[in-house]
């Protein structure tokens, strides 16, 4: 069955970094799309960036292109999410998901999901 299993969150002040680990397992990692997703208790959960693991084509919210990179090591069937320049509106829960079959990842549901790892930025 697939797992995900998020790591890396923690408390970091404005201006730091954080990088943030996704272990996938259960399934053949490299032909689906993958992302991270963030939410705040009350608000919709965001999409912040996504990767199809078969190219490495990657998507960036605004909110944080520049600031964040996604990547993944397949050798390791791990995501990763770096995190730099972290302002205090980037404090959320974020979770790792695997969408469904397919490589156009804007146009696939999400459908796995980790249990989430708390970021806290201080300012």
């Known amino acids: 069955q697939v797992q995900l299993v998020e790591s890396g969150g923690g408390s970091v002040q404005a201006g730091g970094s954080l990088r943030l680990s996704c272990a996938a397992s259960?399934?053949?990692?490299?032909?689906?799309?993958m992302g991270w997703f963030r939410q705040i208790p009350g608000k919709e959960r965001e999409k912040v960036a996504t990767?199809?693991?078969?190219?490495?084509?990657?998507w960036y919210a605004d909110s944080v292109k520049g600031r964040f990179a996604i990547s993944q090591d397949n050798a390791k069937n791990t995501l990763y999410l770096q995190m730099n320049n972290l302002t205090p509106e980037d404090t959320a829960m974020y979770y790792c998901?695997?969408?469904?079959?397919?490589?156009?990842?804007?146009?696939?549901?999400?459908?796995?999901w980790g249990q989430g790892t708390q970021v806290t930025v201080s300012s």
């Open positions: 259960g399934y053949t990692y490299r032909y689906y799309c």
């Open positions: 990767i199809y693991i078969g190219s490495g084509s990657t």
């Open positions: 998901a695997r969408a469904s079959f397919g490589s156009y990842c804007a146009a696939l549901r999400f459908t796995y």
